[in-house]
């Protein structure tokens, strides 16, 4: 049997201690996912969820030092706690004394911190901290390990309104808000719950009511207003979608300084009071026309974006291409890179590009212009994509000075619909027409 001599700060003399079988004098601890798994952090936080919540809906608190495992073992501790009922409180990086005194402090019923202290970077180790802030009690820890080590029998799952769920865990799971702007709900004291301040680590209850303000104002002095007869199409207290006209870019630029779109939505915005970010969803060339997106806060622009990323944020192109296709349905799979020694253009690459997927519809043929109206879906979402694919399959597109040569009034290059979900709607789909200088 092995023994390990401890000495108690608070004392000055000695005492023996039974060494347990997975809990030291420091808790848990071992390399990372060969001495200290995954399960068997999920073991703890199942064993402590239901020990405390016994009699009363359990509080635990966790905090965790910066190595990579950490992370890891924090989401396997709050699943085991949250699975038996327990309301688990993130205090992410910290040290070990924070969560001892907020522990004690806050009325938690204990607290675990995720550190090897000085151990190498692969290490890790769980120490569990008792409601008063001190090192767990021995006999608490030689029940947990009988449980990992199936010595007593599978605890009762929490069901229903008994699972319990943190503001921070809504917030990142629910509403898929990145950690970034998490942070800056917390900085500006933006979330209350059931109409007063509230800390994200607030376990929830049934019934309560929560509100993000997200019409703080903001900082967006760097673009210049400029009067312009916006072409609305929808807006409402999350987005403001517009038709753009050809020959306008949507950014500002040393060649467009005043002159942008994002200048004539920065006079709108002022005009109705809403001191915001210019935040396009989508953009468009100089020379497409079409609908274009702006987010009226950072929360509908990581919403609408994360779908952009996803693939599930659909757009469809008008585009007048040179010649009859041979086909009048078709997908064109070509990969596409930077063209070399150029910032703009860009061209089909084998060996570099980024799969580039292009599916097309013919919809009309001139034999007098030689020119086909052709339908475009973007399965990918590269710069250029449509112009040079079709340039590649030998149909450049219309007002194409980059790829095709092609001296034109305007690109003939419209982005005419939109499908994307709204935040509290179901999908909805915007259909613009192209402007009048769009034809055969």
């Not at 950014?251 to 915005?269: A, C, D, R, T, V």
């Not at 030689?370 to 339908?375: A, E, G, M, R, Y």
Request: hydrophobic residues 35%; aromatic residues 10%; neutral net charge.
């Amino acid at each position: 049997m092995n023994f390990q001599f401890r000495q108690i700060r608070s004392k000055s003399n000695w005492e023996i201690r039974k060494m347990g079988k997975y809990f030291g004098t420091d808790g848990f601890r071992g390399e990372a996912n060969v001495v200290l798994t995954v399960e068997h952090a999920f073991k703890v936080g199942r064993f402590l969820g239901w020990y405390y919540g016994q009699d009363h809906k359990a509080k635990v608190v966790i905090g965790k030092d910066t190595r990579r495992s950490s992370y890891m073992f924090e989401y396997a501790l709050v699943a085991g706690l949250t699975a038996s009922g327990a309301n688990a409180y993130l205090l992410h990086v910290t040290t070990t004394p924070s969560v001892s005194y907020v522990t004690r402090t806050e009325n938690f019923d204990c607290g675990i911190m995720i550190s090897a202290s000085h151990n190498p970077f692969y290490d890790n180790g769980i120490k569990v901290i008792n409601g008063k802030g001190h090192k767990l009690e021995a006999e608490v820890e030689a029940k947990i390990e009988a449980y990992i080590d199936g010595e007593i029998d599978e605890l009762p799952l929490a069901k229903k309104e008994d699972i319990g769920l943190t503001i921070n865990q809504i917030l990142q799971s629910k509403l898929k808000i990145s950690s970034r702007l998490r942070q800056q709900i917390i900085n500006e004291k933006l979330i209350t719950c059931n109409e007063l301040l509230c800390d994200t680590r607030k376990n929830l209850e049934l019934g309560d009511f929560i509100n993000i303000d997200f019409n703080y104002w903001e900082d967006n002095s760097n673009i210049v207003p400029t009067p312009m007869d916006l072409d609305i199409l929808y807006e409402d207290e999350w987005i403001l979608i517009v038709n753009k006209p050809s020959g306008i870019p949507v950014h500002p630029s040393m060649q467009h300084y005043e002159n942008s779109l994002s200048n004539g939505i920065k006079f709108y915005f002022d005009t109705i009071g809403l001191h915001k970010k210019i935040r396009p969803v989508n953009r468009l060339d100089i020379g497409t026309s079409g609908i274009v997106v702006f987010a009226k806060c950072a929360y509908s622009h990581e919403y609408l974006s994360l779908q952009m990323q996803n693939n599930t944020f659909s757009k469809t192109y008008l585009a007048i291409v040179h010649g009859k296709l041979d086909e009048n349905t078709g997908t064109i799979d070509l990969p596409i890179a930077r063209k070399n020694n150029s910032i703009i253009e860009r061209c089909i690459d084998f060996e570099t590009g980024k799969p580039s997927i292009t599916k097309y519809e013919v919809l009309d043929y001139s034999i007098d212009s030689n020119c086909s109206l052709v339908k475009c879906n973007l399965i990918t979402g590269r710069t250029h994509q449509i112009r040079v694919h079709f340039s590649h399959i030998g149909h450049p597109l219309i007002g194409d000075s980059l790829y095709g040569n092609f001296d034109f009034k305007r690109l003939m290059l419209h982005c005419s619909a939109i499908k994307f979900t709204p935040i509290n709607t179901n999908n909805f789909l915007i259909i613009k027409s192209p402007p009048k200088d769009f034809y055969i």
